[in-house]
């Protein structure tokens, strides 16, 4: 991978990241990679056991490792960068060799914002974006190109929105909040009231604060609430193409995977992990350090930490529907075996 | 939360919406909220029973309670509008509350219009919209900022698209539709005919058709059909990132929960209420007032109303797996149980 | 469905793609249709075996069919096209009659296009569109209304994007790509480092590469790879709002359907049909010509060609719910037959 930025020296990596080095102090780094592909002027990285036999084999000219495999390490051979978290580091170090250079300060002459809609001069917003009344853009946010600022939202300092965002109303992002391409923040919750033989919509007035250090991934949608506002605590990081209903609350660092999905009003505990395509129904409420594994679907709320589940294993489907037919009369076989125990006193 | 909107007298209220007051009319309420948070100038509300306790506590100006309640209401203390139906009634009633204005009449002047698009004086069509060949747009219809209306796509009378909605080709919304940021209604339906080795694209030459006052949430997508249309009947109800393909029919006043999906050609009755995240494969026929939990799959049609459910409860993952290793075999236990019972006839 | 396409000869159709005729040459056609809602002036076609007895009461001034169905026809009550694969066939010939003509090459003057872009006289670039530095357009792409292409992403010769399409950063599509409306290519991928009490973004610096012939379907999101790239091979077909998370490989001729998602570094094989809403976690690897049915959940490899499940199938809720309770306590159930058994050995 081609990257513009300068080189660094393994010296100024270990001394800036506070890493323990092992071997030349002098060599060039120009970029990142992976153990496999690492070439000499590239730090790989090993934090997954699995790769470990390719520390004997990568051409990485340094590679970031964890005490425990620091050992292995020849550091003349392949100098190496020792972090007690060696995937954290390689976060850090990476971040160097982002080349992308952020936007300058000033509005797009081609963005239509409104006269009281109030952008601090060290601010960008891109082109082709819209910013409605009483909006507020603070220090150091980052409007990307062709998105829309809504009515009375306030996007916090540092905040970097990418392209074609929309914050539809009453939304207020903290500080450092990143959201991709494509989301929606703040569009109408799901609100209906049944009058007889059709539907009439239920106002939604709330709106939705999202605190500082979020990340919402591309496509994802999060409701404003009916009344009051939906919340994300900090540091709550959501992947792609998530649901969040109207009224949700999410605890601080919880992390949620593509295609999850939350009903209205779930509070959802602190350092949860949702597993993608998960769903949680509504006005439940999950304690903290929950993790839900992948397209598991939550009826009830959950008190107690741990990790949960639910759905069947995958199978040939020829051996599956043989499976599914008999879980159809499932009660009746467990009633049948019960049956036949009469009298036998089990367990 | 504060609003804008004026303040309307208890007796106004009970007045316009045909209610009956317990208490004094006069009392002057500015907004609606929950029992839990209202303040004396604010109208709570009582739909939910397991709130009821929080009537003799809340602190709301007034409430909105159905006949049951009634009773329990000291009209000195909280004065009270009574409703056959509350939630009903709450939403008729917060509608007052809503401060946003429509935008004015008139084409901004960023937006782009083709010489050959109709576009009412009585409409009013946003900031750096598109409007492509052909397109109509209808008295009293106002297009947010950013959508974009394609060719030969018609929008009727009073019907409201938020920021970013893409209209793509042969598109009709009726009366009074609200179609919410980032839906795309009418991308060509997901047609393939398998050459020997190769896919090729089946052109989609149908539209979509979209009855009145239907509801449609952001970033959902509907696709065109392929010969004919992909039709929604009046008052259908579609929240968030839901998935309807090409061809589908769905019944009048049915209403689907976020990131549900529904494959290419599958008829769905009228009443229905279909569930987050749930599916529902192509071809089959769902009979009207037919409701699907969350997340269900539906494989076959459904010819009888009433709930139909799939899936597996969610547990501990501990417990899950030693189950879910057991419906891997579950043919085999039921087939090993009946050979346990021959000759001993049961049920 | 009035199509403003010229009309064509039964005779011409035949000849241009190699078709069987039977009964008269002359007979004019301008559009196709289903064989119930066909009329003299339209093609009809029997594709799916389940509309066989359409062929007899049909109004299409003519047909296509297979050998197998050619017989039954009378060609000089209703003339007929005899392809060895009707739908291939359809498919060819409804191409004849989109009526949509490719807008005209050059860029729209509401177009916002950086001055180190690439852009070929021979591309269109609609209004509103942004492109962004060093992007590059080929000779004969579309891009529709407010498309933006982000800092050096590719557009190939002949593709052709819908409305507001977004590629990010570092994307490159080959030769006749179709991506449609609200489709977000090139985001960073989900990636997140837990230090001690907070997570850290893990910096994505790869980029998305998507092969010849590719259609990605309305609100799809593909991220970016986080050191190597997201890979599509050529003329996979991805429907709408499917989720391709980082570093994931897709082989050639496979197709996805609609709201399923794939986990980050999984490997998918050649010629595989993923069903709508299936999903497939992290770095697994699925062999060529796997089928995955709809909602099915893969959680380990596959390594042999075949059609794989998940689930439970639908059922009345109040049965289910017995059934689903049982399911919890399969494993109890399962040791007890087991113990029940005991020096009974079978099978």
Chains 1, 2, 3 share one sequence.
């Not at 300058?104 to 601010?123: D, K």
């Not at 009439?200 to 609430?225: F, H, M, W, Y």
């Not at 008999?326 to 006193?345: C, E, I, M, S």
Request: proline residues 4%; neutral net charge; charged residues 20%.
């Amino acid at each position: 991978m081609s990257l513009q930025a300068r080189m660094y020296s393994l010296g100024e990596i270990a001394e800036r990241f506070g890493l323990e080095l092992k071997g030349d102090a002098s060599r060039q780094i120009r970029g990142v990679s992976t153990l496999a592909s690492a070439g000499p002027d590239q730090l790989g990285f090993l934090a997954n056991p699995r790769y470990r036999s390719q520390l004997a084999t990568t051409a990485a000219g340094a590679v970031i490792v964890g005490p425990q495999d620091a050992g292995e390490i020849d550091g003349r051979k392949t100098p190496a960068l020792v972090a007690d978290e060696p995937y954290v580091a390689f976060a850090r170090v990476a971040s160097l060799f982002e080349s992308r250079s952020a936007p300058a300060a000033g509005i797009h002459s081609s963005a239509v914002v409104a006269e009281s809609a109030h952008v601090s001069a060290a601010a960008s917003i891109g082109p082709l974006c819209v910013v409605e009344e009483g909006a507020v853009i603070e220090d150091g946010a980052v409007i990307g190109p062709q998105c829309c600022i809504g009515p009375e939202c306030r996007v916090g300092a540092q905040s970097r929105l990418s392209a074609r965002v929309v914050l539809v109303d009453r939304v207020r992002l903290g500080r450092r909040v990143i959201v991709h391409a494509g989301a929606v923040i703040g569009a109408d919750g799901f609100g209906l009231a049944f009058d007889r033989d059709h539907w009439i919509k239920v106002p939604q007035l709330g709106g939705v604060s999202i605190g500082d250090d979020c990340e919402i991934g591309a496509n994802t949608t999060i409701d404003r609430g009916a009344l009051e506002d939906t919340v994300l605590e900090e540091d709550v990081r959501l992947d792609n193409q998530i649901q969040i209903a109207h009224n949700v609350r999410i605890g601080a660092h919880t992390a949620i995977a593509g295609c999850a999905a939350i009903a209205g009003s779930s509070k959802i505990g602190r350092y949860c992990l949702i597993g993608g395509g998960a769903g949680i129904i509504g006005h439940l409420t999950i304690a903290d350090r929950v993790t839900i594994t992948a397209m598991s679907l939550v009826t009830h709320s959950i008190r107690e930490p741990g990790e949960y589940s639910s759905g069947t294993p995958i199978q040939e489907s020829r051996l599956w529907r043989r499976n599914a037919a008999r879980f159809k009369h499932l009660d009746q076989l467990a009633r049948h075996v019960a049956d036949k125990n009469k009298g036998h006193p089990h367990e």
